[in-house]
């Protein structure tokens, strides 16, 4: 099969959204003038890969230039892959293997150490040296069950209009971003396309979006973005379907969702993508009510330079640990890394000597950001090397907070 990635020129915007649309199984809308606003205030045409064979785009790919906070809090270039898919007339003849080849190379040429996306399907990027880092956690619970609860003292919850919410909800979910490993840092234009677009074809039947802000004396300490869904049989089951949960204070994350579990008519509250470690649990009266309708992979991470992206986080207390890394998609980063870490902070080398751990960089990426358990990966065959090596890893890499991050993209 004879295909070429060239560049996207202004005249092949059209194709190529019709063919995003068309691989992920949607009718694009071509007349929808926003959708074409849309495209050119996200994408960047330059990181763009349409695949053409002949003069038709079969596949479609390409990527954010985004800013990721990895353990220590430093704000790190991360390549974003996104908008993957090959027309199934064209699929398994290498098309998406080329479009990672330039993607990973046009990364490491711009200097950005870290490649991350959201996986559609768990075994297509392993192959490419990607790992899954982060984990999210759908719930859902009956407010009828779990207790309305006390309200929190001193917070007050009202909802903002979607004016106001546009000037409130960034500042806070910045002030967050920095402090949780996993989280991107969103543009302005982010924010517009992405967050408060809501036009009414993307509602599905469920209520415009909803922000709740929370306040302490009139300052904003958190917010909650919701969609309500109202549902009536014999008895009023509404559903109160939260998208993001953002708090700058421990009352304000009580008192959202002390909020979100007091919406007369709307009992049934659930949320798509909790952090691992979220107390929700443990804040409501009864945390049994809770039921995990999702546990799996979010935030994938590809160490594009091993050496700097492990110079940039920090790491726990003290140690010499050294890692023999294969990374057959990347060549440039195979080889053994001394990493040396004083009062967190790491010192690491690439040098000739036999490694205390080996393991592929697909592995290194999912245990980057602090999230994995190494002694379960060595378990499953993915580390090699001794019990009290593993353990020192472990050791080194953890961090306090699981990392999370917000939304797919
Ligand atoms: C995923 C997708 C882009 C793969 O494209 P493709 O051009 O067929 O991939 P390639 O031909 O380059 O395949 C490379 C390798 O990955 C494997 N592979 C590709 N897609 C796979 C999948 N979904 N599951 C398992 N293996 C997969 C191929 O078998 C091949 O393996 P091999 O080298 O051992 O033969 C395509 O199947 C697709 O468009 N899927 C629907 C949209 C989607 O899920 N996009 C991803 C969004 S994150």
């Known amino acids: 099969?004879?295909?070429?990635?060239?560049?996207?020129?202004?005249?092949?915007?059209?194709?190529?959204?019709?063919?995003?649309?068309s691989g992920f199984g949607h009718d694009a809308d071509l007349d929808d003038e926003q959708g074409g606003e849309r495209f050119r205030a996200m994408f960047d045409r330059e990181r763009m890969l349409p695949v053409f064979a002949g003069d038709e785009i079969m596949g479609t790919g390409g990527d954010f230039a985004l800013t990721l906070t990895v353990p220590g809090g430093a704000q790190v270039p991360m390549s974003g892959l996104t908008i993957i898919t090959v027309q199934p007339t064209h699929t398994r003849q290498g098309m998406l293997t080329a479009m990672m080849r330039k993607h990973i190379d046009a990364a490491r040429d711009r200097g950005e150490p870290l490649g991350g996306l959201w996986a559609s399907e768990v075994p297509i990027y392993g192959?490419?040296?990607?790992?899954?880092?982060?984990?999210?956690?759908?719930?859902?619970?009956?407010?009828?069950?779990a207790g309305r609860g006390r309200s929190e003292e001193g917070v007050m919850v009202r909802l903002a209009p979607a004016e106001e919410a546009e000037v409130l909800l960034p500042p806070l979910f910045a002030a967050v971003q920095g402090g949780r490993p996993g989280m991107f840092q969103r543009?302005?234009?982010?924010?517009?396309?992405?967050?408060?677009?809501?036009?009414?074809?993307?509602?599905?039947?469920?209520?415009?979006l909803r922000h709740a802000i929370a306040e302490v004396d009139g300052e904003p300490v958190g917010y909650m973005t919701y969609r309500q869904k109202a549902s009536w049989d014999q008895l009023?089951?509404?559903?109160?379907?939260?998208?993001?949960?953002i708090a700058t204070t421990d009352a304000g994350y009580r008192a959202l969702w002390h909020y979100a579990t007091n919406v007369d008519l709307f009992p049934i509250v659930k949320c798509w993508n909790i952090a691992a470690d979220d107390p929700l649990q443990l804040l409501l009266h009864d945390g049994r009510a809770v039921t995990t309708t999702n546990m799996s992979d979010s935030l994938w991470i590809r160490l594009v330079d091993v050496a700097d992206a492990l110079r940039r986080r920090t790491y726990a207390g003290s140690g010499t640990i050294t890692i023999a890394v294969a990374d057959a998609f990347a060549d440039w980063n195979a080889g053994t890394y001394r990493i040396t870490v004083e009062n967190g902070v790491a010192t690491v080398d690439k040098v000739v000597t036999e490694a205390d751990l080996?393991?592929?960089?697909?592995?290194?990426?999912?245990?980057?950001l602090g999230g994995r358990d190494a002694m379960g990966l060595a378990r499953v065959g993915r580390i090699e090397g001794s019990v009290e090596a593993v353990g020192k890893l472990d050791a080194l890499f953890r961090i306090s907070v699981a990392p999370w991050c917000a939304e797919v993209f």
């Open 1 to 21: 099969m004879n295909f070429e990635i060239r560049e996207l020129k202004p005249e092949d915007v059209d194709a190529f959204r019709q063919a995003i649309s």
């Open 187 to 208: 543009s302005a234009d982010w924010w517009k396309w992405r967050l408060f677009f809501d036009p009414e074809k993307h509602r599905e039947g469920q209520s415009a």
């Open 236 to 245: 009023a089951e509404g559903e109160l379907r939260i998208r993001e949960v």
């Open 358 to 368: 080996a393991m592929d960089v697909s592995t290194l990426g999912a245990l980057y």
């Open 127 to 145: 192959r490419y040296g990607y790992g899954p880092a982060v984990r999210m956690r759908g719930i859902k619970y009956d407010a009828r069950f």
